[in-house]
């Protein structure tokens, strides 16, 4: 299919969204493609069978007899089996002559700041992390907190911790200290590994400080491991706190794995909600592994003895621990771990890795897409991004512009996009296009993941019809899939499988076209109630901004006494629009307001558009839409503390208390 320039938002939309665009697999990549068009009826029609042939590219120390052990809603598998999640991530390529391929290249913040490590290198590492580990008392089933920068020493932490099977709960460095407390105490980790900081948007920002105002809350916390990162001066308690270098380093580099049963916890991660306190979602070792290494084997068509891979994501979240940790290692890959922003350096920072690393897939969240779209296309087109075949997206739906643009300007036309849907509770993907195979559309994840049985259910639990939405369900249980949450089974029970009894729900609203393929809609709490129409904040974002002159856009539902809830919408535009005065602000918001009244609807448009120069963004990049409602709805302000600018929200609320740009 021809590539065409859209000439306005309308005619985008039009092209994006209503003639069912289609792009097929290039013809090389599908000729050796890891997955085939055959894949899909072997795991129909025997899915445990299949999966159990994932499990076993794994090596296990006993070898399993039983697959799945079902007693709704809690699942076991691979149960009788067992393994270490770090000899499969590690040891068994250094035993198979590998140890002198790369695993990583770290690429710090500061230019130049780099380090390349072996499997070897890992192997030793990670085992004098082990043995220090052993060292100050910690041993199988003890959990471990790891906050961290995006530094090598993170990984090694978070392996050190699966060699010797004490689960680790890795809070995302950007988080305050009140936010890592509350992960230790529900956890009860006994020892926090961290750093004296990190460096973040060229500046290195303190994380040991952090942890000591956290710990006055934690008072079963007996040890402290720290990485001189930054050079900062820290405070110190004798006793308590140990140096990386005096501890780890001076630990011998040889370490005896044992063997765990599959089910062991692996690591928890605590997703937080708006009001209830975080919750610790947990998983274990052999069928996560299993899941996150075939899904990173097919999903991203990597060929381990070829491919560099960058997951552009922090160890932080889920994507960073399956498919920057667990499923790249497990399949002994070589991958790029970035420290800092798309910003540090230059805006074409990201380009340079690319190009300098000859990076073969790259996968990463809309969120940063739109915003190297906002800085234009010349960045690009600069750079020798040839070596690129792969592109992935992740983190929340994607946009069709956004899409477009990111196959075009990073991919040139000729690297298919697997657009992935997943969540913390999932622990690896589940609904997506495979890239040897897929015929992808503009903005649609397509299909579930071969061994994986979803649906789209209305109201009552009935699956809907083409061209219709719902809710999106899994409906048989999964590999990766969480096995509870932290200390609390009736909170695990009641949050995923009690809308709809039998299922896990996932929380996401989902519509299927006409060809029954799927489009996520984003969590079923950002759909509207606009005089009785359900209308999803996603889809009113992504008309605004197929328009031709805005990089990004949030919606939220706000309080409207004739209509129950208003549509209110918060815009930047991009960096060659110029909106100066009131007339030109005034026509592009009437436009904004026509396309999006013409790509969905009248009862579609916004009650008010705000034009804003930032939106406000957690350090990890995602949105905050949750204090936008808070301004939306004239609220005071919730926890700013994990945001990467707090005085972006200030702002929008001032120009939103003085009337924003507009009203309907």
Known sequence: MSEHTPTSGQQALSALL????????????AARANAQPSIYEEAAADRLAWWAEQARRLDWDTPFSTVLEWDLPDAKWFADGRLNACVNCVDRHVAAGKGSKVAFHW?????????TITYK??????????????????????????????????VVSMLACARIGAPHSVVFGGFSAEALASRILDSDCQVVITADGGYRRGAAAALKPHVDEALEQCPTVRAVLCVRRTGQDVAWIEGRDHWW????????????AQSFEAEQPLYLMYTSGTTAKPKGILHTTGGYLTHVAATHRLIFDVKPDEDVFWTAADIGWVTGHSYIVY?????????????????????????????????????????????????????PAAHDLSSLRVLGSVGEPINPEAWMWYRKNVGRTRCPIVDTWWQTETGGILI???????????????????????????????PVGNGEGGYLVITEPWPGMLRGIWGDHDRYVSTYWSRFPGVYFAGDGAKKDDDGDLWLLGRVDDVMN?????????????????????????????????????????VTVKGNVQVENEAATEALVDELRNTVATTIGPIAKPRQIILTP???KTRSGKIMRRLLRDVAEHRELGDVTTLMDPTVVNMISEKMTAGGEDEA
């Open 121 to 154: 290198d890992l192997l030793e590492e990670v085992s004098r992390a082990a043995n220090a580990l052993e060292s100050l008392g910690v041993k199988a089933g003890d959990r471990v907190a790891i906050y961290m920068p995006m530094i090598p020493e993170a």
């Open 245 to 256: 270098h005096d501890t780890v380093e001076t630990a011998s580099s040889t370490h005896q």
């Open 614 to 616: 930032e939106l406000p």
């Open 530 to 570: 606009i005089s009785g129409h359900r209308i999803s904040t996603t889809e009113v974002e992504h008309a605004l901004v197929g328009h031709p002159s805005v990089a990004e856009a949030a919606v939220v539902g706000a309080s409207d006494e004739t209509t129950g809830q208003a549509i209110v919408a918060f």
């Open 107 to 115: 690429v710090g913040e500061p230019d130049g700041d780099t380090r």
């Open 18 to 29: 209503h003639e069912n665009r289609r792009f097929d697999p290039p013809p090389e990549l």
């Open 432 to 462: 997506t296009p495979l890239p040897g195979i897929t015929s992808t559309k503009p903005g649609a994840a397509m299909r579930p993941f071969p061994g994986i049985s979803a649906e789209v259910v209305d109201n009552e639990g009935k």
């Open 327 to 379: 499923g790249p290692l497990a399949n002994g890959t070589t991958s790029v771990l970035y420290e800092g922003t798309p910003t540090a350096g230059g805006r074409d920072r990201w380009w340079r890795i690319v190009e300098d690393y000859k990076v073969n897939i790259l996968y990463t969240a809309p969120t940063t897409i739109r915003t190297l779209m906002k800085w234009g296309e010349d960045l």
